[in-house]
């Protein structure tokens, strides 16, 4: 499950390795690919200034909560 307080960009990398199943490269494709849920912006953009705000993407997809 994705940590809640404190995730730092490692947390992040982690927690989409382990969104795409363990797929490293799956993870880091969609880690530079703009997305939605992001409002069009790149995962590893955002996830420098605020890497909370990706987990808790990640969080939605794990779910299967559309954003």
Known sequence: MVERKGCSAA???RAAIELFEGNRVAAE???H???VGLGGKRPIDVM???PQQVM???GRLEHG???
């Open 48 to 50: 420098e200034r605020d």
């Open 33 to 35: 690919r703009e997305v």
């Open 11 to 13: 947390d992040v990398q």
């Open 29 to 31: 494709h969609w880690l």
């Open 56 to 58: 808790d993407l990640i």
């Open 65 to 67: 909560v559309f954003t």
